[in-house]
């Protein structure tokens, strides 16, 4: 049950009563003044005062003092130095004083709060709601723009710096979970009304990374004692270079070829595009084991570093399932559009750009018309250098489609209402695109794997199960023992 359930349950209250005490407090002579988008900036201070009162007093309910005390069969026990720490909520921030914890009969190993386990604080430090809407946030903005909408609403706490860094830190954290948490995500989804089929595909969307210009320096012979202050040195030189980073797709269609949901997947440049491929095996499997009978189509363009998703569907596809290998259909298209615009008379009177498309639509077998024909014509040009770009447009499309003819069935592919194009593909890079390739943008390999991560949960639709998954690995119960235990 969520707490939002719960919410008429817990909050007893007559709320145009409580409603009618606040207003009572501040309807003086200067309220009378007021405009009326004033008085809604004073409505939100008091009512953002109220919540950062009850987030405190929650906070400090959670403390304890017991000697000794038991987390996961674990037992700590108190350390006697006074310790406080701040912690940023929704609607302030506060220092709390609890003792540190070690682990009984432990030498100096790490220590914890117990409150940061009973009230799952993430990254230690922020409480729950506020690491959530951030995180969700920073899918769509930078941490500035996230920090500075929350001040607008009158929410949030901790300057943009502290925000950068602990939102950086659940990012990447999120990232490393992002197998558990797309998996409890597919546990709580029903499979839609009116799926029909299903579409994958992979392709690649370059983003600008930040990276470190090789120095040479001379290998230090001795270590030397330092007799001047300490001078920071400047940063060493840095080359922003465009990467290519993968994204993938899982959509659920339709019997009319509409998509009615996608699922979208990333990894950074030098992250392993086999690792990829499994993630949406393991979502084409999930959706099987709801509705076995979903055929399924492959469609992506012929680069060979795609070939990964190929093979792992293929290869793991159950014998009764019905799977499209198909080159996308407008991919092959700007191929045989080039020959139309190179070979072609001005406007194209002969319609042949109308002939190809009806060819390979309406023909299971088009392609191997289309490809004989260009073949022939090929032959037939002079090797002259007025007649060049007529070879290479010609001498392009065959190369794409010598090795790929077997993938351009589309006829069969259109009369089952499958896709036939990489459009949901296409459109991901564009929407992972949006926000990694920002104006000024530049990346650390973490910073953009985690940043991918978050936004293609939310664009997934995904990021309330997600988060739930993770939320609930950072909550623990503390027990007071007694010193006889």
């Not at 509409?258 to 997947?265: C, D, G, L, N, W």
């Not at 090795?403 to 593909?425: C, E, H, K, Q, V």
Request: proline residues 5%; hydrophobic residues 35%; charged residues 30%.
């Amino acid at each position: 049950m969520n707490a939002t359930d719960l919410i008429p349950e817990l909050l007893h209250l007559d709320v145009a009563n409580v409603a009618d005490q606040l207003l009572g407090r501040i309807a003086t002579a200067t309220w009378a003044k007021l405009t009326f988008e004033q008085r809604q900036d004073v409505i939100a201070y008091g009512l953002r005062a109220v919540g950062a009162h009850i987030e405190e007093r929650s906070l400090r309910e959670l403390t304890t003092d017991a000697e000794l005390i038991e987390i996961e069969g674990v037992a700590y026990r108190r350390l006697r130095q006074p310790s406080s720490t701040e912690y940023f909520g929704m609607w302030g921030s506060y220092r709390i004083e609890e003792a540190l914890y070690r682990q009984a009969g432990m030498r100096n190993g790490p220590t914890i709060k117990p409150l940061e386990k009973r009230a799952g604080m993430v990254t230690k430090s922020m409480t729950p709601m506020l690491a959530r809407t951030l995180g969700e946030m920073q899918a769509d903005m930078t941490s500035r723009e996230a920090a500075k909408r929350l001040r607008r609403l009158g929410l949030g706490s901790g300057e943009r710096a502290y925000v950068a860094d602990h939102v950086h830190r659940l990012e990447v954290e999120l990232a490393d979970q992002v197998d558990e948490l797309e998996q409890a995500a597919r546990e709580a989804e029903k499979l839609p009304e009116g799926v029909a089929s299903i579409s994958c595909g992979m392709d690649r969307r370059s983003i600008p990374m930040e990276e470190d210009r090789p120095v040479e320096q001379p290998p230090k012979t001795d270590r030397r004692v330092r007799r001047r202050p300490y001078v920071r040195k400047k940063p060493g030189p840095i080359d922003v270079n465009y990467r290519m980073a993968y994204v993938g797709t899982v959509s659920l269609v339709d019997e009319d070829a509409q998509a009615i949901r996608t699922m979208r997947y990333t990894m950074e440049a030098d992250g392993d595009a086999q690792e990829l491929a499994k993630r949406i095996r393991a979502e084409v499997d999930a959706l099987l084991g709801k509705r076995p009978s979903l055929p399924i189509s492959i469609v992506q363009d012929g680069a060979k570093e795609l070939e990964v998703l190929r093979e792992e569907l293929l290869g793991g596809a159950a014998a009764d399932t019905t799977v499209h290998d198909l080159v996308d259909y407008q991919h092959l298209l700007g191929y045989l559009d080039a020959v139309v615009a190179a070979c072609e008379p001005p406007d194209d009177p002969h319609n042949m750009k109308r002939f190809y498309r009806g060819k390979l639509l309406h023909e299971d077998r088009g392609i191997d018309h289309i490809f004989p024909a260009l073949r022939r014509r090929a032959r037939n040009i002079p090797n002259t250098s007025e007649r060049s770009a007529e070879r290479k447009a010609l001498a392009r499309a065959l190369s794409y489609i010598r090795d790929r003819r077997g993938r351009m069935r589309y006829a069969a592919a259109r009369r089952a209402n499958l896709f036939i194009g990489s459009g949901a593909t296409e459109s991901t890079c564009k929407l992972i695109g949006q926000r990694t390739n920002r104006s000024g943008a530049r990346w650390r390999p973490p910073g953009v794997r985690g940043t991918m991560a978050v936004r293609s949960l939310v664009l997934s639709e995904r990021w309330d199960h997600a988060w739930a998954h993770y939320a609930r690995s950072k909550l623990s119960t503390v027990t007071p023992l007694s010193l006889a235990q």
